[in-house]
């Protein structure tokens, strides 16, 4: 049974762990709170820097994961919301202790360039196409995400990528990719903006779109456009998943990021009271988040 | 003890305003300096004001080189001498404020920063103030902003700017060609009382009637040099110099 | 629901930080800038027509990319990556600082330049040292320089591109760290909570006017002494 000991002693041993596609899971005892770590090397300033993505930080996950923490722990959680490719760079700067965002394939070249350590996999939520309510292509009525594509490429529908590299981006050029479709043309087009922007655009054009749910379920009133195929969330097409990866600031790459703290986070994000968080987060009374710490299906895993 | 310049000349760039000019001014009395318009008459009042150093010659206050004393000296000497423009130059500000300003910036920056801080009931204004002022009539308007006066009123406050801390010497560079006859009069009659208390003053002027009226002695700057210089009647009388006489009769103004 | 959202100390902790920036960039800004155009203003030189088009195109830098430079400067990998500036408000006041001082410069050298020579000469003639002159040439520029430092602050309070890169836009704890009015507008928006972003705005727009008013009051009681 992984006890208190177990992360005692990894705090101790900071800077030489190993990767490991999942993180051990730690059970934080409820009566275990405020204690701060007095090992050596600790920042004396109880405060973390996570750089995440800004669909996860508009869910609102983030900030009640933060406030948890806080009470668990502590230490202030400072977010910083940006897009994916800028999270992993304020990473490899080092201007951040701990990176949490959801693109399996960044987050392994990240891990494999030694800038993050400890990578874990807390949970997952799920991509889902949205359209026109009259579904013009007719995608509502396929099963998988190859066959939905397939259609709206054929019948030349417009579809609103974000052109960013988000997390969201490089989702749907894997998924185009997979359903062996090199999208191009006036019904393709390149945003380059946030999922918020992009979702009202689609609503605007009458266009499809691919969008993580946490945004499209937090637009509430605001999102005409219709869910028409969802993801794993509602037991859909799994390459919908949308894992999240959470990692430390590699200490050996950057001496001063506070490895002790972030490691207490992930930890905490591993948890059963993080992972019952997750579980339990609703957004307009709608569940957004599948808890993955007990997962074996290898949702967002990265290793070969 | 005398403000003299011995052998000055003055260039800017290829041009040479003057050569190998000598001027001395005696306290007590009033010296006219009349020429053509660009003559050189402003640059040998600011030479004489210590405003710029000349590129020949040597400038005395009261026996010290000017430009061969240290910078203490030099500050200490030409806050001797005052100078009168033909604008008047006044700082945005009130009339004692102005007249108060060569006061002020010879006292210390605490006593300066202390003066600012306002106090309880009147706070009377210096007496050297009042007194510059009452010099050309203008006491009664001490706290006035400078903007409300005319711009006979404000040459003459700026006349009392230059008094009130007690020059040596005063230069006046055309002050009253923009004034209409009643401020000049007033304005002449400061400059004569004044020099009978001892203050040596050098008045450029284009109107040669003005030298006359006023000036002791008068120079004539022509051509890059002093042509003639002497007492007003002689000059005016019995030119020395054919020039003089041409330049009286107002063929030579050019 | 404005009156709701006023009285919430998570919307004063975000005017908090903008205040706090943007008035110690200015500050910072003048005291900076002042002398540089109190020097410029004065004096010819040759390149001076050269060094006011710098300052001009100063004025119009773009945020986002002032925003950028200081975010490679202030990183852990920059050059001043050891000062731990990033996602700081003292970051933030850096980048506002390098907005805001071509503008106070600008301007204020613009009104010395205009000042008469021949009050300069006066207060020389009056006796006056190097420095009575340069403090009786500020005066005479006073409302001019006030402008200037207004346009500034101006300019910092109402930009987002700069203070969003270099700060994060980070709220800990509930409250405000490096969180200023337009980042938070910015956010709001991007989540679709309009009304919240107009109230913000609304205090935004505020401030901006007010600024203004007095710019507009010196304009046409400059030149009036007390």
Redesign the interface.
Known sequence: MRTQRRSVLRSIGAGMLALTAGCTQTALQTGSTGRKSTEPNTPTDGTIRIATTTSTYDSGIVDALSRAFTDNTGISVQAIAQGTGAALATGRAGDCDVVFVHAPSLEAAFVADGYGIDRCVPMMNDFVIVGPESDPADIGSQRSVSAAFSKIATSETEFISRGDNSGTHIKELELWEHAAIAPSGGWYLEAGQGMGNVLMMAAQRGAYTLTDRGTYLSMGANAPPSLLLSGPVEDGDRSLANPYGAMAVNPDRHEHVRYNFATQYLDFLMSEVGQTLIETYRVNDEPLFVPLADDETGYGSIDE | MALRVENVARRFGETTVFEAVSVTIERGEILALIGPSGAGKSTLLRTL?L?ERPEAGTVRVDQTDIWAATERER?TK??S???V?Q?P??????VRRNVE??LR??RSWRTRFRDLVPVIGNRTPPQPVVDALSLVGMEDAIET???SLSGGEAQRV?FA??MA?DPTYLLFDEPTSDLDPRNTAVIEDAVITATRGEIGAVVATHDMHQAQRIADRVALLLDGEVVEIGPTEQLFSSPQDPRTQKFIDGELVY | MITALLSDGYIWSIIRVSLYVSLTAIALSAVLSLPIALIVGVTEFRGKRLLNAVITTGMGFPSVVVGLLVLFAVSNQGPLGPLNLVFTPEAMILSQIVLAAPVITGISLSAIDSVDGGIRDAAYAMGGTRLDVAVVTIKEAKYGIATGILAGFGRAISEVGSVLIVGGNIVSDGSSYTRTLTTAIQLEARQGQFETALVLGAVLLVLVLSVNAIVIRLGSGGGRSR
């Open positions: 004001g405003f500050l030409r806050r001498v005052g100078m423009f604008e130059n006044l700082f945005g500000t009130t300003y060569g910036v010879r902003p400078v903007e700026a700017r230059a801390y």
